[in-house]
């Protein structure tokens, strides 16, 4: 298949910092969808998120130290461009307007797609890509009753699906669990501990190097 026939996975996320959770979860989409691309978006610091956090500069250069090996992740720095943080819904037109008719995948996660309905314009969102939902075996999350109808007839199984239209469509796709969170690692750091094997090595040593979380 054609690169550019491929749709375009967006992964949205703070990324404080990035880890294999993320990654290998990106990869497993990049290889079983039809995909060209997954572009990491890291967002702007939410505001209860930042008194532990690394500032955007740093989250971006770990970012950019954890992907760039990997052939079909990119990154996608508007929403650190913007002076206020972004909703997702103003990033996606924003990405629409200059995809034109290529199918966009917006990645999340179950614990992310749960929270849906509480999202700025979510009923709107879908009109301006597909959801894609990393979930776990025999995890299964009973839906609130308005996401289950909302998405009812929008539930695809088949991921070549998602190149037939632009966008609409939901796909939930099992994922290897892996329980990392950037919250535990920054605790590990705070505590002395290591964070190896948590995350790729380069990122530790850059961590180590600019005494992030500590
Ligand atoms: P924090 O602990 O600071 O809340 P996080 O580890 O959840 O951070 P985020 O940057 O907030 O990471 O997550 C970006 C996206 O990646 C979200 O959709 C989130 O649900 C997903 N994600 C985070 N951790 C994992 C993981 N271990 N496996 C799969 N997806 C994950």
């Known amino acids: 298949m054609n690169n550019s026939t491929k749709a375009i996975g967006i992964f949205g996320g703070t990324f404080d910092p990035i880890h294999f959770g993320h990654l290998r979860t990106a990869l497993e989409l990049y290889e079983r969808l039809p ?5 990491f978006l890291p967002c702007q610091q939410p505001v209860h998120k930042s008194a532990t956090g690394a500032d955007v ?10 992907i760039a090996n990997q052939p079909g992740f990119t990154l996608d720095t508007r929403e650190l461009e913007r002076s ?4 997702m819904y103003e ?6 307007n200059e995809v034109g ?20 314009r979510w009923e709107a969102i879908p009109e301006l890509a597909h959801l894609v939902v990393a979930t776990r075996a025999n995890h299964a999350k009973p839906l609130s009753s308005l ?16 190149l037939t239209q632009a ?48």
């Open 35 to 39: 995909l060209q691309e997954v572009r």
């Open 57 to 66: 500069n740093n989250r971006l250069a770990m970012l950019k130290l954890a």
């Open 84 to 87: 206020s943080p972004s909703y």
């Open 91 to 96: 990033t996606l037109t924003s990405i629409r």
């Open 101 to 120: 008719n290529t199918p966009l995948c917006l990645i999340c996660s179950m614990d992310a797609f749960i929270n849906f309905t509480s999202w700025y």
């Open 147 to 162: 996401l289950d109808s909302f998405f009812a007839s929008r539930t695809i199984h088949d991921p070549q699906s998602l």
């Open 167 to 214: 966008a609409g469509y939901l796909l939930f796709i099992e994922t290897t669990p892996l329980t990392i969170s950037s919250t535990a690692i920054r605790q590990i750091i705070k505590n002395n501990l290591s964070p190896s094997y948590l995350l790729p090595e380069k990122v530790e040593t850059y961590i180590e190097k600019q005494h992030l979380y500590k």
